[in-house]
Protein backbone atom coordinates (compact mmCIF):
# COMPACT_ATOMS: atom_id res chain seq x y z
CA UNK A 1 0.00 0.00 0.00
CA UNK A 2 0.87 3.13 -0.69
CA UNK A 3 1.86 5.24 2.89
CA UNK A 4 1.00 9.21 2.77
CA UNK A 5 2.40 11.37 5.55
CA UNK A 6 0.36 13.80 7.36
CA UNK A 7 3.14 15.66 9.44
CA UNK A 8 0.71 17.87 10.97
CA UNK A 9 -1.04 15.13 12.46
CA UNK A 10 1.46 12.95 13.50
CA UNK A 11 -0.04 10.36 11.62
CA UNK A 12 0.24 7.94 8.46
CA UNK A 13 -2.79 6.81 5.99
CA UNK A 14 -2.13 3.49 3.67
CA UNK A 15 -3.74 3.70 0.45
CA UNK A 16 -4.31 1.18 -2.70
CA UNK A 17 -7.02 1.41 -5.19
CA UNK A 18 -8.14 -2.47 -6.56
CA UNK A 19 -8.70 -4.23 -9.44
CA UNK A 20 -12.14 -3.37 -9.16
CA UNK A 21 -11.89 0.04 -8.81
CA UNK A 22 -12.51 0.28 -4.92
CA UNK A 23 -10.42 2.64 -2.66
CA UNK A 24 -8.80 1.49 0.31
CA UNK A 25 -7.71 3.81 3.00
CA UNK A 26 -5.95 2.69 6.27
CA UNK A 27 -5.45 5.10 8.87
CA UNK A 28 -3.54 3.19 12.02
CA UNK A 29 -3.74 4.88 15.79
CA UNK A 30 -1.31 4.89 18.30
CA UNK A 31 -2.64 3.71 21.90
CA UNK A 32 -5.90 3.20 20.68
CA UNK A 33 -8.05 -0.14 21.44
CA UNK A 34 -10.65 0.22 18.99
CA UNK A 35 -11.40 -0.42 14.50
CA UNK A 36 -13.87 2.04 13.06
CA UNK A 37 -14.81 0.78 9.42
CA UNK A 38 -16.67 2.57 6.05
CA UNK A 39 -17.86 1.29 3.52
CA UNK A 40 -18.90 4.07 0.93
CA UNK A 41 -20.84 4.20 -2.43
CA UNK A 42 -20.61 7.26 -4.29
CA UNK A 43 -24.29 7.25 -4.27
CA UNK A 44 -25.86 10.32 -2.62
CA UNK A 45 -29.49 12.37 -2.53
CA UNK A 46 -28.82 13.93 -5.34
CA UNK A 47 -27.29 11.47 -7.81
CA UNK A 48 -30.17 10.59 -10.06
CA UNK A 49 -28.33 8.77 -13.10
CA UNK A 50 -25.83 5.39 -13.05
CA UNK A 51 -25.04 2.63 -15.23
CA UNK A 52 -26.35 -0.40 -14.21
CA UNK A 53 -23.50 -2.89 -13.32
CA UNK A 54 -22.91 -5.33 -16.80
CA UNK A 55 -24.46 -2.58 -19.12
CA UNK A 56 -23.86 0.42 -21.24
CA UNK A 57 -26.33 2.79 -21.18
CA UNK A 58 -27.39 5.27 -17.89
CA UNK A 59 -30.89 5.11 -16.43
CA UNK A 60 -32.61 7.96 -14.60
CA UNK A 61 -34.14 7.65 -10.94
CA UNK A 62 -35.41 9.96 -8.85
CA UNK A 63 -33.73 12.18 -6.46
CA UNK A 64 -33.66 11.10 -2.95
CA UNK A 65 -33.55 7.20 -3.77
CA UNK A 66 -30.20 7.04 -1.98
CA UNK A 67 -31.72 7.56 1.21
CA UNK A 68 -34.64 5.30 0.90
CA UNK A 69 -32.39 2.26 -0.47
CA UNK A 70 -29.33 2.98 2.37
CA UNK A 71 -32.66 1.78 4.33
CA UNK A 72 -33.76 -1.04 2.39
CA UNK A 73 -30.26 -2.31 2.60
CA UNK A 74 -30.57 -3.32 6.16
CA UNK A 75 -33.01 -5.85 4.91
CA UNK A 76 -31.17 -9.60 4.76
CA UNK A 77 -32.55 -12.57 3.62
CA UNK A 78 -32.07 -14.31 6.67
CA UNK A 79 -34.26 -12.17 8.74
CA UNK A 80 -31.34 -11.08 11.11
CA UNK A 81 -30.44 -7.46 10.12
CA UNK A 82 -26.78 -5.69 10.54
CA UNK A 83 -27.87 -3.63 13.72
CA UNK A 84 -28.44 -7.55 15.31
CA UNK A 85 -24.96 -9.09 14.07
CA UNK A 86 -23.02 -6.24 14.92
CA UNK A 87 -24.32 -5.86 18.27
CA UNK A 88 -23.95 -9.49 19.02
CA UNK A 89 -19.80 -8.60 18.20
CA UNK A 90 -19.75 -6.06 20.35
CA UNK A 91 -19.74 -3.32 17.39
CA UNK A 92 -22.30 -0.10 17.04
CA UNK A 93 -23.23 -0.04 13.48
CA UNK A 94 -24.54 2.97 11.35
CA UNK A 95 -25.02 4.44 7.76
CA UNK A 96 -25.71 7.92 6.53
CA UNK A 97 -26.60 9.32 3.27
CA UNK A 98 -25.29 12.80 1.95
CA UNK A 99 -26.02 14.44 -1.24
CA UNK A 100 -22.78 12.44 -2.76
CA UNK A 101 -22.78 9.62 -1.07
CA UNK A 102 -23.82 6.97 0.94
CA UNK A 103 -21.47 5.18 3.98
CA UNK A 104 -22.37 1.97 6.00
CA UNK A 105 -20.03 1.47 9.10
CA UNK A 106 -19.13 -0.34 12.23
CA UNK A 107 -16.77 -0.03 15.25
CA UNK A 108 -15.62 -1.84 18.04
CA UNK A 109 -12.94 -4.00 18.66
CA UNK A 110 -12.97 -7.35 18.11
CA UNK A 111 -13.58 -9.44 15.58
CA UNK A 112 -12.22 -7.24 12.78
CA UNK A 113 -12.07 -9.89 9.74
CA UNK A 114 -15.41 -11.40 10.70
CA UNK A 115 -17.25 -7.39 11.05
CA UNK A 116 -15.54 -6.66 7.61
CA UNK A 117 -16.80 -9.67 5.44
CA UNK A 118 -20.25 -9.17 6.70
CA UNK A 119 -19.95 -5.38 5.53
CA UNK A 120 -18.98 -5.88 1.84
CA UNK A 121 -21.87 -8.59 1.88
CA UNK A 122 -24.48 -6.84 3.70
CA UNK A 123 -23.76 -3.93 1.17
CA UNK A 124 -23.07 -5.41 -2.25
CA UNK A 125 -25.64 -8.22 -2.14
CA UNK A 126 -28.93 -6.58 -1.05
CA UNK A 127 -32.35 -8.07 -0.30
CA UNK A 128 -35.30 -6.02 -1.71
CA UNK A 129 -38.44 -7.45 -0.71
CA UNK A 130 -41.83 -6.55 -2.40
CA UNK A 131 -43.77 -7.69 0.71
CA UNK A 132 -42.16 -5.06 3.27
CA UNK A 133 -42.33 -2.38 0.55
CA UNK A 134 -46.22 -3.05 -0.46
CA UNK A 135 -46.86 -2.99 3.44
CA UNK A 136 -45.00 0.99 3.52
CA UNK A 137 -47.49 1.34 0.55
CA UNK A 138 -50.26 -0.19 2.21
CA UNK A 139 -50.30 1.80 5.24
CA UNK A 140 -53.32 4.56 5.49
CA UNK A 141 -51.82 7.93 6.18
CA UNK A 142 -49.10 7.22 3.46
CA UNK A 143 -52.36 5.88 1.08
CA UNK A 144 -54.11 9.11 2.25
CA UNK A 145 -51.15 11.65 1.66
CA UNK A 146 -50.02 10.57 -1.36
CA UNK A 147 -53.64 10.46 -2.81
CA UNK A 148 -53.74 14.11 -1.74
CA UNK A 149 -51.02 14.73 -3.64
CA UNK A 150 -52.88 13.54 -6.79
CA UNK A 151 -50.15 11.08 -8.10
CA UNK A 152 -51.24 7.74 -7.41
CA UNK A 153 -53.16 4.98 -5.39
CA UNK A 154 -56.66 4.83 -7.84
CA UNK A 155 -56.32 1.60 -7.50
CA UNK A 156 -53.49 -0.86 -6.27
CA UNK A 157 -50.79 -0.26 -3.61
CA UNK A 158 -49.13 2.56 -5.96
CA UNK A 159 -48.60 0.21 -9.02
CA UNK A 160 -49.99 3.45 -10.77
CA UNK A 161 -48.11 6.41 -8.79
CA UNK A 162 -47.15 8.63 -11.22
CA UNK A 163 -45.01 11.86 -10.03
CA UNK A 164 -45.89 13.97 -13.14
CA UNK A 165 -49.59 14.33 -11.88
CA UNK A 166 -48.68 15.52 -8.51
CA UNK A 167 -51.15 18.66 -8.56
CA UNK A 168 -48.93 21.18 -5.73
CA UNK A 169 -45.69 23.41 -6.60
CA UNK A 170 -44.74 22.98 -2.91
CA UNK A 171 -45.43 20.15 -0.44
CA UNK A 172 -44.81 20.38 3.23
CA UNK A 173 -44.64 17.43 5.32
CA UNK A 174 -44.48 17.97 9.05
CA UNK A 175 -43.98 15.21 11.71
CA UNK A 176 -44.20 15.69 15.47
CA UNK A 177 -41.66 14.03 17.77
CA UNK A 178 -41.82 12.59 21.29
CA UNK A 179 -44.57 15.27 22.35
CA UNK A 180 -47.95 14.72 24.33
CA UNK A 181 -50.75 15.49 22.47
CA UNK A 182 -51.20 18.75 24.39
CA UNK A 183 -47.59 19.65 23.38
CA UNK A 184 -48.39 19.06 20.21
CA UNK A 185 -50.94 21.56 20.06
CA UNK A 186 -49.01 24.32 21.58
CA UNK A 187 -45.87 23.47 19.20
CA UNK A 188 -45.26 25.39 16.64
CA UNK A 189 -42.87 23.88 13.96
CA UNK A 190 -40.31 25.24 11.90
CA UNK A 191 -40.91 24.81 8.10
CA UNK A 192 -38.26 24.81 5.59
CA UNK A 193 -38.46 25.00 1.80
CA UNK A 194 -36.07 24.04 -0.46
CA UNK A 195 -35.39 25.50 -4.29
CA UNK A 196 -34.72 23.16 -6.90
CA UNK A 197 -31.64 22.85 -6.53
CA UNK A 198 -32.95 21.48 -2.65
CA UNK A 199 -30.99 25.02 -1.28
CA UNK A 200 -32.60 26.52 1.55
CA UNK A 201 -34.67 29.41 0.55
CA UNK A 202 -37.32 29.87 3.14
CA UNK A 203 -37.60 28.98 6.87
CA UNK A 204 -40.43 29.99 8.96
CA UNK A 205 -42.59 28.46 11.49
CA UNK A 206 -46.21 27.17 11.45
CA UNK A 207 -49.25 29.26 13.09
CA UNK A 208 -51.87 27.40 12.27
CA UNK A 209 -53.57 25.80 9.38
CA UNK A 210 -53.08 27.63 6.40
CA UNK A 211 -50.74 30.14 8.31
CA UNK A 212 -47.42 30.19 8.46
CA UNK A 213 -45.68 32.91 10.59
CA UNK A 214 -44.04 35.18 8.05
CA UNK A 215 -47.55 35.19 6.13
CA UNK A 216 -49.41 37.29 9.19
Known sequence: MKKIPLTKLDTNIFFEKLDNGLEVYVVPKKNINNIYATFTTKFGSRTNEFVPLGEKDFIKVPEGIAHFLEHKAFEQKDGIDPFTFFSANGCDSNASTDRFKTSYLFAGPNHFKENMNYLLDFVQEPCFKKASIDKVLANAEIKTMINAFGCGFSEGYGN??????????????????????????????AVVFVDEENKVSRVTNYERHGLLKDME
Open 160 to 189: DFDISKLRYDKIIIMAYGQYTPDEAKEHKP
